[in-house]
Every structure is written in C-alpha cells, then in structure tokens.
C-alpha cells in the first residue's frame, strides 16, 4: 500500500512569513494526526482529526497554527506567522482507527530565519 | 509535555550484541507502543503491547510491560548495523482515543 505522503520536504522562511504543510493519508485510514519534533525531542501532537472532525488540538498555538482536513482525506497544516521557535520536523500520521498502529510520512523539515 | 521517558538516552553496541531500552511513564494506559525513528525519516510503529499483557514478542524483538512500576523494556536480539536508529516509546492513554504520547528516545548505535 502507499504510504502516507507529505510535503514539502523541506521549507526556509523568514520569521513573520507564512507556510503550509500538506499531508495525503493512507487510503482508508480515518484517523490523521500532526506531530511537532523538534530536534533531540520525541514528537509532539499538535492536532489529531478523526475522519474530518477535530478530536484534539489542545497543544495547538492556535493563535498562529491552523489546520484543516476537508472531505475527511488530504490535511493542510498552517504556521501565520512564523517564530523562530516553530523550527522543527512536522510529521503526519494515519491509523484505520483510534488505538491501532501510527503510519507516519517523512516529514517536512521546517527552517525559520 | 513528555509522558514517557527512555533510559538510555544513548546506546552503543557491537554488532550481534542484545540491545536493551527502557522506557517509564507516569499515568495508566491503555496501550503502549514502540517505534524506530531512521535518521531524516519518519518514525516506524515495530510492537504494541495492551495494558492487560506482560510480554510480546516480533522478530528479534521483546517487548515486556510492568504496570505496576509504569514501565516498559525493548529488547533487541542479535543486533544489526541497519539497527542503528532512533527508538521512542508512546503511550496511549486510558480514554485518550489513541492519543499517542512520545518519549524523549533512545539513539542506539549498533558498530560492525
């Protein structure tokens, strides 16, 4: 099966500039989730979508960060601004459902300057 | 915030060596899951063991889970230079509908 895509793979912006991740899940899987690692860090979720409904986003800057999923398939996730702070890996994952395995993509390396 | 912890947090070995990770976490669970992290890619789910089960194992891997002390090993046998990988643990919390936390990891660096 294909895996979950994403992309870019790598993103430099200045501080104060806008970006947007983009993330196509599992055919199938109900279940998408947005993970924040930065470097030397385990990944940290920043929103998890149960088909096209919001199940959890309580560690989400919802001042600057923004995320969609319409029609419960591909997501898009938003930085508006960016801070310096927000340099990291932002990794996209899929299950077939709560409490079963996470298939993650290869990430989008994200630079801010 | 981190629920899990991993000890080490570094690990060198020798090819064909056993590697051992543990992991500790603070809260009850559901479920708690491990996952290798290769350098620049994402992270690849390897074992899930339930809150009712003590031991599972795939492969040359060994997963054991302690409720009581809110702790968790991986072991891996016979180990590889294609094992050299980051390794996190991730809990599932009771009730949390999957919602996964990570550990810190541990790098396990397997030499020829």
């Known amino acids: 099966e294909a895996g979950v895509a994403q992309s870019p793979r790598y993103k430099i912006i200045e501080k104060r500039q806008s970006v947007a991740f983009w993330c196509n899940p599992i055919s199938g899987h109900a279940t998408l989730y947005w993970y924040q690692q930065i470097l030397g860090q385990g990944p940290k979720l920043l929103i998890q979508f149960q088909n096209n409904g919001v199940v959890d986003d309580s560690q989400l800057p919802k001042d600057r960060f923004s995320a969609e999923r319409l029609k419960g398939v591909d997501s898009t996730l938003k930085i508006q601004p960016a801070k310096l702070e927000d340099s990291a890996v932002y990794l996209c994952a899929s299950s077939v459902s709560p409490n079963s395995p996470l298939h993650f993509g290869n990430g989008t390396r994200l630079t801010v300057t | 915030s981190q629920q899990g912890e991993e000890d080490p947090q570094a690990l060198s070995i020798q090819e064909g060596e056993n590697a051992t990770m543990n992991c500790s976490y603070k809260t009850s669970i559901n479920n708690l899951q491990w996952y290798r992290q290769n350098s620049g890619r994402g992270l690849v789910h390897l074992i899930l063991?339930?809150?009712?089960?003590r031991e599972k194992h795939s492969g040359r891997l060994r997963v054991t889970l302690d409720t009581s002390k809110k702790s968790s090993s991986l072991l891996i046998t016979a180990s590889r230079a294609a094992d050299t990988a980051s390794y996190f643990c991730?809990?599932?919390?009771?009730?949390?509908?999957?919602?996964?936390?990570f550990g810190t990891g541990t790098q396990l660096k397997v030499e020829l």
């Open positions: 991730a809990t599932g919390l009771t009730g949390g509908g999957n919602k996964l936390t």
């Open positions: 063991i339930r809150s009712n089960e």
